[in-house]
């Protein structure tokens, strides 16, 4: 995997390429659009992660040309500028994703993963500590054992799972059990997620009630 | 514009046109009265001056001093007729008739016509005839004015009731033409009154007058001028707040790359603690931008789109989710599921939220209860409303209405904080005509704060 750091801030730009190598990726930076351009332009890269503030070359522009010259390399943009439209304009002008600066690490790393998976056609396995699902065969085990789940189950247990560590509201798990074809209530959802917990809390995966909110899926 | 001269009474407009038209208006009433008065004088006197003299000529032909006892007869029959006479000689002296009469001026003896004057005898007032006689002899003729008084007061009447009903008749038309004259600056003054704070549109001119004109011209370039430098102000805060974002994620990436190199000891504590401060100075930039965003100038002009309140307050609780449960606090949303319609802008309501629930999660120790509640009013007071509470530590009654200023913090507070975070809720309810309100929470523990949105008679059919 080789990876692209366009950004001019030296500090940030040294802690980014250091957070990538530090995963085994191989890592260069360009602390110019025009630069940036060309490298990308020369190709061999899996991501690369554009500020939007560069000299010589805006990064929306970067990203436009980039575009122009069918160039299909994921772009995870960066920027200080946090307002909707800056975000639509980028991600309108095919950037894959966008974060807003300051980040944590771990959320940068978490989205470069998840882009990466993407590139190679997407993720097969959705893991929360023992408890894993195959997206493909739609099975899902704990501890590597098989787990017997209903198809409902499944899908609401895979919902979770793509939100891990974030609040999953119970209208996005109705939503997600719609193709199903029949109406489900709220309260259907709240006996499948009872059904999850009791399979999945003594293996040390927990389901947390928010009060009136839904759900938060996380190790326990 | 020039300088005035400091003045303690400001000076009215108003007053100063009353004065100026009024004061030469009553003095030329005033002078016409009196002009009035003499000619009603003049004429009342006339008639009778031509019957007096009438008169004493009649009695002059009866009067011949060499018969004293004929000329004495005709005198009393004069006096039977209300007409008092007497007879002088060349030097004055009294001769005959009435004694009580005076002797004949000299002026009035110049000619053979009859001279008439006003004179006092004893206490009445009586019209004086002076004729001259042959001989040397003069007649003094005297008449009550009574009935001459009695006509001159009428005419004067006459005159002066309808003088005052005209005064009185004038000092309306003015006060009212005045009235209507200076509507205009009324309206103005109305139109300035009823803007909220921070609105700095352009004022409509196009119904003044073009006197006003030129001074709603200024009042709208000042308040152009004023706007920019607010927005250059603001543009300022939120340039500053974006390029400090940068070094901030610089900083706070190589403190966790360093900690996570620096396994447990004091330096990964130090870096822990750096980490920590940088991210209490990241969110001071986002509430800076924050509040630069939500300055009310910028949303009072836009109308907003129908939100979803309901939508809008799920998602923020759902957002601040993880981070309750790692403080241990139950974070719930309590509402009955239809929609809530409110006109707005969701960035600034999500700033809104943010804050409200970001300060009772903060606030509240672990093991407590925060609470997002939603409603709708209706009926007068308001539409959908939100209310954030929690069984915290609370905050005093006096010190309930501090808390929106900017920088403010409660005395003896040990979270880390700006206290700019309720300072943007305000901001965002102001911009949104909202109302916020803080009391205590339920069973009065803790703090409530409730913020009641607008009622929309045209968002009423969007509600379900």
Request: aromatic share 4%.
């Amino acid at each position: 995997m080789r990876l692209l750091i366009v950004e001019d801030d030296e500090v940030l730009a040294d802690s980014l390429v250091r957070a990538m190598r530090g995963l085994g990726y191989a890592t260069d930076h360009a602390g110019d659009g025009e630069l940036a351009l060309a490298m990308l332009r020369d190709g061999g890269f899996d991501l690369a992660i554009l500020d939007l503030g560069l000299p010589r070359l805006d990064g929306l522009e970067v990203l436009r040309q980039l575009r122009g010259l069918r160039l299909a390399t994921p772009v995870l943009l960066l920027t200080a500028r946090d307002r909707v439209e800056d975000r639509v304009r980028g991600l309108d002008l095919g950037a894959d994703d966008y974060l807003t600066k300051p980040f944590s690490l771990a959320e940068l790393e978490a989205r470069v993963r998840a882009l990466l998976r993407r590139g190679q056609g997407g993720q097969p396995l959705l893991c929360c500590g023992p408890l894993c699902f195959d997206t493909t065969g739609r099975r899902a085990s704990l501890d590597g054992q098989p787990l017997e789940l209903s198809s409902r189950e499944l899908s609401v247990l895979e919902t979770m799972l793509l939100r891990q560590g974030k609040a999953v509201s119970k209208e996005a798990l109705v939503e997600s059990l719609c193709g199903y074809g029949e109406e489900v209530t709220h309260n259907a959802i709240e006996v499948y997620v009872h059904r999850l917990r009791k399979k999945l809390e003594p293996a040390g995966v927990a389901i947390r009630t928010l009060r009136g909110l839904g759900y938060l899926m996380d190790k326990a | 514009m020039a300088d005035t001269p400091m003045q303690d009474e400001p000076l009215s407009l108003r007053t100063n046109l009353v004065n100026w038209l009024f004061t030469p208006l009553y003095l030329l009433l005033l002078f016409s009265t009196i002009a009035g008065y003499i000619a009603a004088i003049e004429l009342s006197n006339r008639p009778y001056d031509l019957l007096l003299t009438e008169r004493a000529r009649h009695l002059a032909a009866r009067l011949d001093p060499r018969r004293p006892a004929a000329s004495e007869a005709a005198l009393a029959q004069a006096r039977q007729e209300g007409l008092r006479g007497a007879v002088f000689d060349a030097e004055g002296r009294h001769v005959l008739g009435d004694p009580a009469l005076p002797k004949p001026r000299p002026r009035d003896l110049v000619d053979a016509e009859a001279h008439l004057h006003d004179a006092l005898l004893g206490e009445h007032r009586m019209r004086l005839l002076t004729l001259k006689l042959p001989r040397g002899h003069a007649l003094q003729v005297a008449e009550p004015t009574g009935e001459r008084l009695t006509l001159s007061r009428r005419i004067l009447g006459n005159i002066v009731i309808p003088q005052i009903l005209f005064i009185l008749i004038a000092g309306l038309a003015v006060w009212i033409g005045l009235k209507k004259g200076l509507e205009p600056l009324e309206r103005l003054r109305r139109q300035l009154a009823r803007r909220p704070r921070d609105d700095l549109n352009a004022l409509d001119d196009s119904a003044a007058p073009s006197e006003v004109r030129p001074f709603i011209r200024e009042i709208n370039e000042l308040l152009a001028r004023l706007g920019e430098s607010l927005e250059g102000q603001r543009r300022f805060v939120a340039d500053a707040a974006h390029q400090l974002r940068t070094p901030f994620a610089g900083l706070t990436a190589q403190a966790e790359l360093a900690s996570r190199e620096a396994g447990e000891g004091p330096l990964y504590d130090a870096l822990q603690r750096i980490l920590e401060g940088a991210r209490r100075c990241s969110r001071l930039v986002n509430q800076l931008l924050a509040l630069a965003r939500n300055e009310p100038q910028r949303l009072a002009t836009a109308p907003g789109e129908v939100l979803d309140l309901h939508r809008v307050a799920r998602d923020a609780a759902l957002r601040w989710a993880p981070e309750a449960l790692a403080r241990h606090i139950d974070l719930g949303l309590e509402a009955d599921g239809r929609r809530l319609p409110v006109r707005g802008d969701e960035a600034a309501l999500n700033d809104l939220l943010d804050n409200l629930i970001d300060n009772a999660v903060r606030y509240t120790p672990a093991g407590g209860h925060v609470t997002v509640r939603l409603g709708y009013a209706g009926g007068g007071e308001g539409g959908a409303w939100l209310r954030v509470e929690d069984n915290g530590p609370g905050i005093p009654p006096e010190l309930r209405d501090k808390v929106f200023e900017r920088f403010w913090r409660q005395p003896g507070n040990r979270q880390p904080g700006s206290g700019l975070g309720l300072a943007i809720v305000a901001e965002v309810a102001l911009s949104h005509g909202a109302r916020v309100e803080v009391e205590g929470g339920a069973g009065g523990r803790g703090t409530a704060f409730v913020v009641t949105f607008p009622h929309h008679a045209a968002l009423d059919g969007t509600r379900a």
